[in-house]
Structure formats: structure tokens, C-alpha cells
């Protein structure tokens, strides 16, 4: 292991601009991870370990099956050590590995599909496909304005799910031509005076849009959508967190 001893390493830069970069990330087709659990995740879901980072003194079998496998292994004090990371208290690891590749052809033979419509706040978007993974959903698509599925904050947030469920990031229109050419209906989240409650439609194949935490759905999503449809809250909240509001449509979808 490469005991790093400067603020100027490369691999100590790399790490920490994936970690801050969106463009940095997509030219690198990296991502930036952290802790002993989500190396064992990657690991688990076979992918590519390219660095790994790690406060001087800590091992584990993970480190060593990361060697094996031709990541670059790095050690640095505590100081140094937290230049890589994101958090206020880092955990032991620190690793970039190459972000998961899913494509359109994802979307085939998916009969429960989430679609995510400028979805922009890190935390919602990770605790969504944390669940969607959860419970088994087919596929979410990330639309035009969402948060980068691959940041340090979504990446935590998903606990894992980030390496193994279909996240495809698509234009709506085109997305939805793929859905709706495979014979799903397409349901968006939104209160209007012909929407009709979420429990009263066929959701065991079909695609349902959740809108952003600020304006919900986009007009051009509601006009491509076959039909609107609401939770029903009986309380007086006028609307819940995108991120809840996602996990009760996915419970819907797959109970």
C-alpha cells in the first residue's frame, strides 16, 4: 500500500474531485464512495475498484480482495485522509470504482418503471432508489434537471442500491416513447380536478412520474401522461416530500 504524504498526490486530488465535480465525474465515468459497507457492496455487485484510499492502520478482508482485483491502494493519515472525503466524520475507506452503466435497452420487458421529473435534492433521489431497489421496482428514469445519480450525497443515501438497480437517465419524451410503445400506461403525480386517487388505477404494469420538490410535475410531463393521479392525504398538508412521496408509489406499485 502507497502511504500518501502530500496534499499535491494525484490519487488524493482524483479522489477528491470526483467528490466535488459532476463534469470531473462524467469525464472519468467514476464515482466516489465511502466506508467499509459500501465497499463491500461494490465488491458484492462486481464493480471495477479503481482506488482505494484508507486512514493509516485500518484493514480488512475487503481491502485485500480490492488489491486483488487491481485497484491502486493508497494509505494517509487522519489529516490527510479527510481532504478525499465528503463528510464531516469519514469512515475508514475512501474508494473510487467506474458508475454503473444502464442504457435504454434497461427499460425492455420492465413492466413497473418510476420516472423522476427534474427530481434536483441529493437526499430525496438517493433515499428513492434505495427504496425503489427495495422493493424490487423494474426501473427508474432519471429526466431533464435531476440531481447526478452519482454524487457522494445520492450515493450514501442508496446504501447499495446504486450498484444494482436499472437507473437510466433519458429524456422524458423519449422515455416515455419507449414505455408507451412497450404498452404501459403512464401516470403522473399531480393534484387536479380530473385526477383520481392512486389506488384506483392498474399499477401492476404501468410507469408513474414523480415531479420535483418545488414545482412537481412539468407541464410537458402532464401532457405526455395518459392520466393524473394523487395520494390522498387526509390531513391539512398541501403536499408531501418528493422522497415519501415516491415510496408510498412505489409500495402501491409492487405490494
Not at 404501459?184 to 399531480?190: C, E, G, I, N, Q
Not at 386517487?197 to 420538490?213: C, D, F, K, N
Request: charged share 25%.
Amino acid at each position: 500500500m502507497i502511504e500518501i504524504q502530500s496534499r499535491q498526490n494525484a490519487a488524493l486530488k482524483h479522489l477528491a474531485r470526483l467528490g466535488r465535480e459532476r463534469k470531473y465525474r462524467r469525464s472519468t465515468g467514476e464515482m466516489l464512495c465511502e466506508g467499509e459497507k459500501m465497499l463491500t457492496e461494490a465488491l458484492r455487485s462486481g464493480a471495477e475498484i479503481k482506488t482505494v484510499l484508507v486512514r493509516r492502520g485500518f484493514e480488512s478482508g475487503e481491502l485485500r480482495q480490492a488489491e486483488k482485483q487491481g485497484a491502486a491502494m493508497y494509505c494517509a493519515e487522519d489529516t490527510l485522509f479527510r481532504l478525499a472525503s465528503e463528510v464531516e466524520s469519514p469512515q475508514n475507506v475512501i474508494f473510487s470504482c467506474m458508475q454503473p452503466q444502464w442504457d435504454a435497452a434497461a427499460l425492455d420487458d420492465r413492466e413497473q418503471v418510476l420516472l423522476l421529473d427534474g427530481l434536483q435534492d441529493p437526499g430525496n433521489l438517493g433515499t428513492i432508489l434505495r427504496t425503489a431497489e427495495a422493493f424490487a421496482l423494474g426501473a427508474v428514469v432519471l429526466c431533464e434537471g435531476c440531481a447526478d445519480p452519482f454524487s457522494p450525497k445520492v450515493v450514501r443515501s442508496t446504501m447499495g442500491a446504486v450498484f444494482r438497480l436499472p437507473c437510466v437517465q433519458l429524456p422524458l419524451a423519449d422515455a416515455l416513447a419507449l414505455l408507451k410503445t412497450a404498452g404501459l400506461p403512464v401516470y403522473a403525480t399531480a393534484l387536479h380536478e380530473d385526477s383520481v386517487p392512486l389506488s384506483s388505477v392498474s399499477l401492476g404494469r404501468a410507469a408513474v412520474i414523480i415531479g420535483s420538490e418545488g414545482r412537481g410535475v412539468s407541464e410537458s410531463a402532464l401532457r405526455l401522461s395518459d392520466r393524473r393521479v394523487i395520494i390522498p392525504m387526509h390531513g391539512r398538508a398541501e403536499s408531501l416530500n418528493a422522497g415519501v412521496a415516491a415510496a408510498i408509489v412505489i409500495y402501491e406499485m409492487t405490494k
